[in-house]
């Protein structure tokens, strides 16, 4: 179980739109729609923004939108604000009843 | 209001084991699966394993086969997981987490997670 390829970070500008990719291989995100997205703020547990690859919880921003082509998974944020900025991770069902996360995303809003 | 609330802080020497719980309140406690999450200190969210507390059928992850056991007691509307022999790798902080779909709609029990409990720090250290 090799952890989901994110990027250490990314940037942008309030108002601007940005996009996290999550890229696993056919053994788990290419194989299921069972791709979740959290948020996290420091010191804080996880919050669910995005689950089974493109649906939103209750209560989470329509700003949020999650996609899937192929192995990579994404996470677009649109209209960006200053407190969308925080870490996110991405988390693929992986065969057998196991998960997988990758190794998260620090988001910085400029 | 749906909450999981999980046990305090635990300091333990290398070796050792830990038990940390998780108590359910605000839904019916068999109809969804729980995920057990760790974090170590500055470092990405590692997923541990999956409890059914319908039926107590449980899933490990692959590096914590045979040190880790979750449990559950159905009664109090518990969660468990327990770690053993511990080394200082294992200090972080351990959050269990629903499943957000309800059993009967979900394939694999592995949806995503909505409801979180605080998180429980443990730390090993000599």
């Known amino acids: 179980q090799s952890a989901l390829t994110q990027p250490a970070s990314v940037s942008g500008s309030p108002g601007q739109s940005i996009t996290i990719s999550c890229t696993g291989t056919s053994s788990d995100v290419g194989s299921y729609n069972l791709v979740s997205w959290y948020q996290q703020h420091p010191g804080k547990a996880p919050k669910l923004m995005i689950y089974?690859?493109?649906k939103r919880p209750s209560g989470v921003s329509n700003r949020f939108s999650g996609s899937k082509s192929g192995s990579t998974a994404s996470l677009t944020i649109s209209g960006l604000q200053a407190e969308d900025e925080a870490d996110y991770y991405c988390c693929s069902y992986a065969g057998s009843s196991t998960s997988v996360f990758g190794g998260g995303t620090k988001l910085t809003v400029l | 209001q749906v909450h999981l609330v999980q046990s305090g802080a635990e300091v333990k020497k290398p070796g050792a084991s830990v038990k940390v719980s998780c108590k359910a309140s605000g839904y019916t406690f068999t109809s969804y699966y729980i995920h057990w999450v760790r974090q170590a200190p500055g470092q990405g969210l590692e997923w541990m394993g999956v409890?059914?507390?319908?039926?107590?059928?449980?899933n490990y992850a692959q590096k914590l086969q045979g040190r880790v056991t979750m449990t559950r007691d159905t009664s109090t509307s518990t969660v468990y997981m327990e770690l053993s022999s511990l080394r200082s790798e294992d200090t972080a902080v351990y959050y269990c987490a629903r499943n957000a779909v309800h059993y009967s709609s979900s394939w694999y029990g592995s949806d995503g997670s909505d409801i979180w409990g605080q998180g429980t720090v443990v730390t090993v250290s000599s």
């Open positions: 409890i059914n507390p319908s039926g107590g059928s449980t």
């Open positions: 089974e690859g493109s």
